[in-house]
């Protein structure tokens, strides 16, 4: 086919609506209905995840922030995190003063690996955070296990898994308290954004009062801690609520994306294209590709003639004890093969089959020559 245009890696779909609520709160949402998108954003996301609460937040990085906080994590703690992630997951460690301890990860799935996570356990360690990457689902029944073996907090960075399911249950619905995104790129948006959700009822009102300038629920304009300001706006919460009433319709395009990149590549010696393992509903937001064999240098090589033809990709997640903010490197091997010769590829809603055929097509004879 002809391509005259970049193929993008993402993009959000936006239907009607979308434009129609954000008019409406845009018109209608002010004064005594300043908060009604909200609350029913919320309340149907603790419906659709399978929760007791939920509470939109202005981003994953803060419900991360206030969930760990919530759970007492505090200076000389320590975190496990997956080594490959956004860096989000280990900066909202930092922002509390734990440490993040970086664990290496499985081959199969591409998070936290468990038995790994289980030997990097001290009397320091208080919590861990299975991330669930590209919207594949972490082993969240053992993580669980772990987790009550060593008295652990669990907290999930579900930021990219909107859906997934593993073991019959929504991402999200396994740790004490768990928080998901809604930035631009994610299957589901509401341009920046984030929701924090929880089973524990006392970790939550928690989380609530420091997300409001730890004001007094029972005493409005009184604050008795040091809080922050995490609150997503009515407008976005309109939003996000459109896009979470059609989100069996955005998984399952996301799912078809990735099928059809399997199809077109699966006798291609030198790939390996992301896939759902057994017990698992990955909802497969970002479609990543492993470039076996290769090195740095020849994925940047592969990105750049993608891009010369017009397809546009980006590097899977570097390791993040190679970041020079962390600078220690970790003894993670699968974590670094990853990082270091993985490629996310367009995994935009608006794909059509073509472009997904030209981009298959485009990477079996780079890596050919």
């Given at each position: ?332 091997p699968v974590a670094y093969r990853i990082g270091e010769n993985s490629i996310n590829l367009p995994s935009g809603h608006n794909l059509t089959d073509e472009q997904i055929d030209y981009v298959s097509e485009t990477i079996i004879y780079l890596c050919g020559q």
């Amino acid at each position: 086919m002809a391509i005259n245009k970049l193929i993008l890696t993402a993009g959000p779909s936006i239907t009607s609506k979308e434009i129609d609520y954000v008019t409406d709160a845009v018109t209608h949402g002010w004064n005594e209905k300043w908060n009604e998108y909200i609350v029913r954003f919320e309340t149907s996301f603790s419906e659709f995840i399978g929760v007791k609460h939920s509470m939109t937040t202005s981003s994953c990085t803060g419900a991360l922030h206030l969930g760990l906080m919530a759970c007492g994590i505090g200076n000389g703690d320590e975190v496990i995190v997956p080594e490959i992630s956004w860096v989000a997951s280990a900066s909202s460690v930092v922002y509390t003063g734990a440490k993040p301890v970086f664990c290496d990860i499985e081959e199969g799935s591409w998070c936290i690996d468990v038995k790994a996570a289980e030997s990097m356990i001290t009397n320091r360690t208080k919590a861990i955070m299975p991330v669930h990457l590209y919207g594949h689902p972490a082993n969240m029944p053992d993580i669980m296990k772990l987790a009550k073996k060593y008295n652990l907090y669990v907290i999930e960075d579900a930021a990219p898994s909107i859906g997934a399911e593993i073991a019959g249950k929504r991402t999200g619905s396994f740790g004490h308290v768990s928080g998901f995104s809604f930035q631009g790129a994610k299957i589901l948006v509401t341009g920046e954004g984030g929701m924090l959700v929880s089973n524990d009822t006392d970790i939550f009102n928690k989380a609530q009062s420091l997300s409001d300038h730890g004001r007094d629920p029972d005493s409005p304009l009184s604050a008795v801690s040091i809080g922050y300001k995490y609150k997503m706006s009515n407008i976005q919460a309109a939003l996000g609520l459109a896009q979470l009433e059609r989100a069996n319709e955005l998984v399952n395009r996301k799912r078809g994306i990735n099928s059809r990149y399997r199809d077109n590549l699966k006798d291609c010696p030198s790939v390996r294209v992301s896939e759902e393992l057994p017990g698992c509903k990955s909802i497969h937001w970002m479609t990543s590709l492993e470039l076996l064999g290769n090195s740095t240098s020849r994925r940047t090589e592969i990105m750049g003639k993608l891009k010369e033809r017009l397809v546009d990709t980006r590097p899977v997640f570097s390791p993040m004890s190679s970041l020079p903010m962390f600078s220690r490197i970790s003894d993670n091997p699968v974590a670094y093969r990853i990082g270091e010769n993985s490629i996310n590829l367009p995994s935009g809603h608006n794909l059509t089959d073509e472009q997904i055929d030209y981009v298959s097509e485009t990477i079996i004879y780079l890596c050919g020559q």
